[in-house]
């Protein structure tokens, strides 16, 4: 079936440094999300994306934290700078449309703060 | 905001059996609650949803039952298979798929 895919997998980085994490949603879908995991809690939700704006976003949304599709490419979360608490996995998720509700979600990239 | 609420976090059964997973949420205004599966090392993948409108929905093996009073929904999986082990997870939304996620149920089904 579809698949959204996300690399890369696992990303390891020092505390301070930008990271960007790219999604490659199914192709005709035009709704974009991202939630985050931490370890043994729920998978939360970060933000959503159509027509390249960002439609809502959480609280956990701070200000280091940005997404965009440049061009129909990848839909990436960049995170600058980095912190500690980032530390989580990170799932992307796409939709065709506004009336269609079932969610494709990538496995996730787990992203390592040191 | 919404709160949901996964009561079982883990639950095993034999195959054949019944096994139930329950959910609560808080916010009154929610009207989707989709499940979803993630088997190990794969992705999250949709199940069965129900909307408010309806208080039950079947697919197959599986049932969902919705109790708008109670706000409760539940996942019933009859005639378990080995291959239904897998984490569950039950999720709630009033509207542009800003889901509320449970924390997931491990279910176990044993041969």
């Known amino acids: 079936g579809p698949k959204v895919l996300q690399i890369p997998s696992h990303q390891i980085i020092d505390m301070g440094q930008m990271v960007t994490l790219n999604c490659d949603p199914v192709s005709n879908h035009l709704y974009f999300y991202w939630y985050k995991q931490i370890l043994g809690q729920q998978m939360e939700f970060l933000v959503n994306?159509?027509?390249?704006?960002?439609?809502?976003k959480s609280k956990l949304f701070k200000d280091q934290f940005s997404v965009e599709r440049p061009d129909g490419s990848y839909f990436t979360l960049k995170i600058q700078p980095t912190a500690l608490e980032d530390s989580a996995v990170y799932f992307c998720?796409?939709?065709?449309?506004?009336?269609?509700?079932?969610?494709?979600f990538g496995h996730g990239t787990k992203l390592s703060v040191l | 905001g919404e709160k949901v609420e996964q009561h079982e976090s883990t639950l095993s059964v034999r195959e054949g059996d019944s096994a139930v997973i329950n959910c609560t949420y808080t916010?009154?205004?929610?009207?989707?609650f989709p499940w979803y599966k993630q088997e190990a090392g794969k992705s999250l993948h949709f199940v069965i949803d129900i909307r408010s409108n309806v208080d039950r929905k079947q697919s197959q093996r599986l049932t969902v039952l919705l109790d708008k009073k109670a706000k409760r929904f539940s996942l019933h999986i009859t005639a378990t298979q080995p291959e239904d082990s897998a984490i569950y997870f039950c999720a709630a939304s009033a509207g542009y798929n800003k889901l509320t996620f449970g924390k997931g149920t491990v279910l176990l089904v044993s041969p």
């Open positions: 994306f159509y027509n390249g704006k960002v439609m809502e």
């Open positions: 916010d009154t205004a929610s009207s989707y």
């Open positions: 998720a796409s939709l065709p449309g506004p009336t269609n509700e079932r969610l494709f």
